[in-house]
């Protein structure tokens, strides 16, 4: 388990894969990060910009 995860006060974001509903990805308290960058073929995309 990843310590504070599901904590009231902490931030979670999850990617979920809707057919299934299965989590693909979870991010837990991503707070403290300068950016978040998801790459999917050549795009990048700035997950906190």
Do not use: H, K, M
Request: negative net charge; proline residues 4%.
């Amino acid at each position: 388990t990843t310590p504070g995860a599901g904590d009231a006060g902490t931030d979670e974001a999850f990617v979920i894969y809707r057919p299934t509903g299965q989590i693909l990805w979870a991010l837990v308290d991503g707070a403290g990060e300068g950016s978040i960058e998801l790459q999917i073929g050549g795009a990048v995309y700035d997950l906190l910009g």
